[in-house]
């Protein structure tokens, strides 16, 4: 068996931080997305509940919030009916909301 593990050309550091650089860039783009789809999400809440929404994400026409316990997930839920689906969709440049979903996501251990 030959191997060409010897032959293979060392990658340039220069490349390599030009490549993590353009990484982190895409990287500061999705989570710039992010915060702008948190914070329109939460300007259509009541102020109580807005700080209770720790995190949103649109896939596949489907805005999922998250909150930290099952009690605010469940006013989130009665609260979510009131969210003008369209405006929210025309603020963040997507085609479509075709439904919310809430999920609770219990604060990490630590």
């Known amino acids: 068996m030959r191997s060409d593990y ?13 490549s993590s650089l353009v990484s982190a860039k895409k990287i500061r783009q999705v989570a710039d997305k992010k915060q702008v789809l948190l914070n329109t999400v939460r300007d259509q809440l009541d102020p109580v509940l807005r700080e209770r929404v720790i995190d949103a994400a649109l896939a596949d026409e ?5 909150a930290r316990s099952a009690e605010w997930a ?7 009916a009131g969210i003008d689906a369209a405006a929210l969709a025309a603020a963040l440049g997507a085609a479509e909301i075709g ?5 609770i996501r219990p604060q990490a251990a630590g």
């Open 99 to 103: 439904g919310i979903v809430v999920r």
């Open 62 to 66: 489907v805005l999922t919030l998250y």
């Open 74 to 80: 469940a006013r989130l839920r009665f609260a979510a």
């Open 6 to 18: 010897g032959k293979r050309k060392p990658t340039n550091v220069k490349d390599l931080l030009a």
